[in-house]
């Protein structure tokens, strides 16, 4: 079992950047597959980047530019450097991991942190 909190929210001005981190328990941290996922309000959730075992990642195209994860097994953590934030990133951010390859279907992510809020305003 693997335990995921997400940490590093809060409101930002438009422009503004911010660092998500999300820490994870157990021993096996390497093994994962880790993703992060956003929900803005009465939306689905949606997939913003996923970082493989290798170090391997991947963006959506609304943040691609703009956002980086990264991963430091050490330290059983995953990182979401945002920069330039545009209001229409406000949403709950989530972390997630599964065993296996990066994927960026929200449904074959196997745990799930509680969710962090970033709100991009003025």
């Known amino acids: 079992q693997v335990q995921l909190v997400e940490s590093g929210g809060g409101l930002v001005q438009p422009g503004g950047s911010l660092r998500l981190s999300c820490a994870a328990s157990g021993r096996t941290f390497s093994a994962y597959a880790m993703g992060w996922f956003r929900q803005a309000p009465g939306k689905g959730r949606e997939f913003v980047a996923a970082?493989?075992?290798?170090?391997?990642?991947y963006y959506s195209d609304s943040v691609k530019g703009r956002f980086t994860i990264s991963r430091d097994n050490a330290k059983n953590t995953v990182y979401l450097q945002m920069n330039s934030l545009k209001p229409e990133d406000t949403a709950v951010y989530y972390c997630?991991?599964?065993?296996?390859?990066?994927?960026?279907?929200?449904?074959?992510?196997?745990?799930w942190g509680q969710g962090t809020q970033v709100t991009v305003s003025s």
């Open positions: 970082i493989g075992i290798r170090s391997t990642t």
């Open positions: 997630a991991g599964r065993i296996g390859g990066v994927v960026v279907e929200a449904s074959l992510y196997d745990y």
